[in-house]
Structures are given as structure tokens and as C-alpha cells.
């Protein structure tokens, strides 16, 4: 009778102990989502099929509600947010046309491009990953510096003197 | 002759908060500086220092002394704040991202100080501080070498050009001051903090409402005897080892709240004087090893830190180098911790003669 009793209890608190660490996780999920940083390239390029095209007098773009940034045909930005859901809203410099739309950010990338000729078109997904380009140090030696806990730029070791 | 014993006996207990409140005075006029330029430095240095200092207060409360060993609380925090920004979390949700990451290690740190410090009774507070530096060195090797190698950083800016091991320097600029500006406030030609100063409200709540709580009054007891308080049925060890967690646990939202204040992170060494200063702090607010109370903290970290601020320039007005100023922020610090227990210890000497001869004058008394 007594054993059942300690059984219960036992099971009992395992379970309580276990939807804490559910609730943590789901906690700490949860503050991951909400604050998680992107760096939102803002593309005014024309597509490269030639689909799509730039407005020659340029765009005033503003991202959820901040300071709006001028961009020609050709010109890119940089712009960090936070969160997964924006509103990016686009104006004609010569004034007159403006429009806003949402986009939402993949929770796992951090660099996104958001193409403005296509976000002006209406066309799905505007946004894609930005994947820079890969280019080859120039030269492997001078690249990686011999003593790891230096930094790359830091003078070289001159040897020491022998006796 | 009763007042004259009063005043000695005030002057005696209040010795370091006497002597920090006339050198910062004296050194207020030489350094140049304007009232209101100490004052905001002090808003920003209160908000920035006070969650740490206040993290001292529990092991105190047990009688474990001053937990030097709250620097394990602030690697805790540190590696939260890496994940952070290894996962680019911004904000004030990349600081509860962080405290929620370094919190678990916190408690598992804070249990290995508890029970190391269970069995080191009577010497606290010199165990906390060598065990310190050995969990320095484990945080260094995990920082330093598995990290990037076992495990993922997915962020390249913060790693070594080797591969693996973190940058000497983190830049802190996702969460750089998110919660100082979360709630800013303008008064006069003051900027204070409010968000910063509510957090710090809420555990001087927490501190008061958990000494009334039946842990918080066991806590006192083992503080005042372990042996009176192991005969009343409560468990000493397990008790100690609480406090030194709660206190860890304190001292890495501690860690996270200073960084986040200063923008950057010395990956390698920001922890190293955690713990000095907060100390420090807290003992020129007029605590001592055996008694600390909430007003200690905001003294402490008022006269330290216009210290620290006025020192340097007056260094450099009067001397002509803001070193040897300086130099006078070491010494102090390192003097003020000496001067401490010195007077404790003599403290205790004297109380403990003075009960042997009451207890000798009473037997007298009683053989007559």
C-alpha cells in the first residue's frame, strides 16, 4: 500500500519535473522566435532574366515604420531586423505611387535579399537567401597566421636570439 | 562616558563607510568634474552594477560570507550571451535568450560551488575564490577550444580565423543597451534607466520576501549557528547549497545586465573581476562578513563607483596621470576588501574576550 503510495508520488513529481523542462524549452523556443535577427539586403537591381525592372527614378523604402532610405536603380542596403513578420512600404521619389507589403523571414536564415522590383510587382517569394560569393584567398600563408591565438594581421614572432 | 562609548562604538562599526565617504569628498573638487556629470554617471553605474552586488546578499544571509564564487554565475551568463549572439537573438529577447541559456548552467555551477563549499566550512570564502580560477580554466577550455569544434557556432564573425575557439572581443551590438533603453526615462537633464531599475526592484522584492519565506528563516538560522540549526531539523548542507545557487543563478542575470550596459564582452577575462568589485562594493557600503542588508548595496555602489569616476581625473589634475588614478581604483578596491576583514576579525576577537570575561566575571561571581 505504502509502495503504490511512494509510486504515485514518484510518477507524480517525474511528471511535474518533466512539463517544467517542456515549459523551459517551449520558453526559451519561444524568445528565440521572437527575437531572432535578420540582415535584410534591400535589392533595387533589375532582374536578371530582364523580367523585371528597377523604376528609373528611384524608390524611397522604409522598413517597418523607420527612417525611409533612398534607392536608384542598382543601389542595395543593408537593414537588421528582428522577428520574422515585416512591412517594407515603397514610394515612387517623383512622389504620388506608394505601397506596402509584408513579407515573412524563414526563422533559421540570417541573411535574406528582398527584391524591390519584385516586391513592386507583387511577384511570390520576393525574398530568397542570400548566399555571398565565394572568392579564394589570395594567398593560403598569408591568409592563416601561425600563431593561432593572434590575431591574422598581428606582426609575425621574430625568433629568439640562440646563446 | 555612555555617549562617548556610542560614538566610538559607531565610528568603529561604520569605520569603511567613513573613510570612503571623506576621500571620495576630498577627491570630488580636484577631479573638476560636475555635479551632474557624477550623477548621471552614478544613475548608469547603479543600473548597471547593483543586480550583481545584490546576488552577495543570500550567501551572506547563510553565513557562507561573500561568495567570491559568483564569477561561476557570470561565466554562466557570459556563455549565454555568446549563444545569443551566435544565433544573432536581439533585443531584450536576446538578453532573456541568454539568461534562459546561462540559467540551467548557473544552477549546476551554483550545486558544485555549494556542496565544494560544504565541505570547506569556515573557509568560504577563500575556497569560492580558488574555485573561481578553476572553473575559469574549464570555461576557457570549453570557450576556447570546443567551441566551434564540438559545439556548432554557426556565426563565423565571432569565431577565431582558426575555426573554432571564440574571438578575444565580442561585439554586444543586437543587445547593447536593450534593456537601459527598453524604458527611457528624461528627468531634468538626467536619462535614467526605469526598465533596468524595475529589474532591480523586483529582486530587491524577491530578496525581502524570501527572508520571510520558511527557506529564508532556515537560511538565517544556519547563518547564526549550524550546529543550533542541524538540531532543529533543518538541513544545513542542503540549505548552504540553495543559497550559493540562487546566488549564482543572481549573479549571471547579473552578468548579462552589466554586458549588455557595456556593449562589449572580453570573452576571456570580463569575469574576472566580477566578483572583486561587487564585493568590494558592498563591503564599502557598510556590510561585513556576517550581516548585509538591501541599504549596504545602493551605498556601496554609490561611494565606489563616484569614486571610481572621480579618481582617475583628479589623479590627472593633481598629478599629471590619469595612471596614478588608476593605481587609487586598484588599491582601493583591493584596500577596502583588506581593511574589511581585518576589522572583522579583530571585531570578533574583541567580542569573543569580551564574552570570556563576562563568562569569567559571572563564575567569579558565582564561586563567591
Known sequence: ?163 | MSDRKNLSRFFGENAVVILFVLITLAAIPPSGLSIQYIVQEMITRLGRNTFLVLALILPIYAGMGLNFGMTLGAMSGQIGLIMAINWNIMGVEGLAFAALIGTPIAVVMGYIAGAVLNRAKGREMVTGYILAFFINGVYQFVVLYMMGSIFPIRNPAILLSRGYGIRNTLNLQGVRQSLDTLLPLKLGPYLVPIATFLVIAALCVFVVWFKRTKLGQDMRAVGHDMAVAQAAGIPVDRTRIIAIIISTVLANFGQIIFLQNMGNMATYNAHDQTSFFAVAAILVGGASVKKAALSNVFIGVILLHVLFVVTPRAGQNLFGSAMIGEYFRQFIGYGVIALTLVLYAWKARQNSARARESFRGATAGGAK
Not at chain 1, 513529481?13 to 526559451?28: K, T, W
Not at chain 1, 542598382?74 to 531586423?81: W, Y
Open chain 1, 1 to 163: 500500500m505504502n509502495k503504490d503510495l511512494d509510486k504515485g508520488r514518484i510518477i507524480r513529481r517525474l511528471l511535474i519535473r518533466l512539463s517544467l523542462v517542456v515549459v523551459y524549452a517551449g520558453l526559451v523556443l519561444w524568445v528565440f522566435v521572437l527575437g531572432k535577427g535578420h540582415s535584410l539586403i534591400i535589392d533595387n537591381k533589375d532582374l536578371a532574366d530582364g523580367s523585371l525592372t528597377a523604376v528609373t527614378e528611384g524608390n524611397l523604402v522604409s522598413v517597418d515604420g523607420k527612417e525611409a532610405s533612398e534607392l536608384y536603380p542598382g543601389d542595395r542596403i543593408m537593414e537588421p531586423v528582428k522577428g520574422q513578420t515585416h512591412t517594407i512600404a515603397i514610394e515612387d521619389i517623383s512622389g504620388g505611387n506608394r505601397i506596402e507589403r509584408k513579407i515573412t523571414l524563414p526563422v533559421t536564415k540570417d541573411t535574406l535579399l528582398v527584391s524591390i522590383p519584385k516586391l513592386i510587382a507583387g511577384v511570390n517569394p520576393a525574398v530568397e537567401v542570400f548566399v555571398p560569393l565565394k572568392t579564394a584567398p589570395a594567398n593560403e600563408a598569408e591568409a592563416e597566421s601561425k600563431n593561432e591565438f593572434t590575431s591574422p594581421d598581428a606582426a609575425p614572432l621574430e625568433p629568439l636570439p640562440t646563446p
